[in-house]
């Protein structure tokens, strides 16, 4: 039987490329990478821990792609160890909901909700 181990990357359409590494970088402390892809393309990640998102503009993925790829139609959490109101703190007015419990892939969460600039929802947890 196959199976699958874990998650290398995410791909996420984006209205604006520079707007969301601006987000990204700089609210949730991600590191923005360019890069040329296998194809030779020049594309943009965001890096965090082990894993990355891959940002595509909208209008202008590539391929191969989602069926519907379109900005704003994600929802992502992320776990930190950073406490959750250090978070609170540092987004201000940009929490939307929470802190909230919720139940994550191993077990309890506790989570703030906020949304990117194309209004993707974003979830910033920590284990409880």
Same mark, same amino acid.
Request: hydrophobic share 40%.
């Given at each position: ?23 990204? =970088? ?27 998102? !891959? ?6 993925? #590539? ?38 419990? =919720? ?9 703030? #909700? ?11 947890? !920590?284990?409880?």
């Amino acid at each position: 039987m196959v199976s699958v181990g874990g998650l290398d990357h995410l791909v996420l359409t984006v209205a604006d490329i520079d707007r969301s590494v601006t987000f990204y =970088r700089d609210v949730l402390g991600m590191e923005p990478e360019k890069f040329i892809s296998a194809d030779g393309s020049t594309r943009w990640a965001l890096m965090f821990g082990e894993q990355k998102i !891959n940002l595509h503009q909208a209008g202008a993925e #590539y391929d191969p792609k989602a069926k519907r790829a379109m900005a704003g139609s994600a929802d992502l959490c992320f776990l930190s160890a950073s406490p959750l109101a250090d978070w609170q703190y540092h987004l201000g007015g940009l929490v939307i909901e929470g802190p909230i419990k =919720r139940t994550g892939a191993t077990g309890p969460i506790l989570s703030l #909700y906020l949304r990117d600039p194309d209004g993707n929802l974003i979830e910033i947890s !920590n284990k409880i």
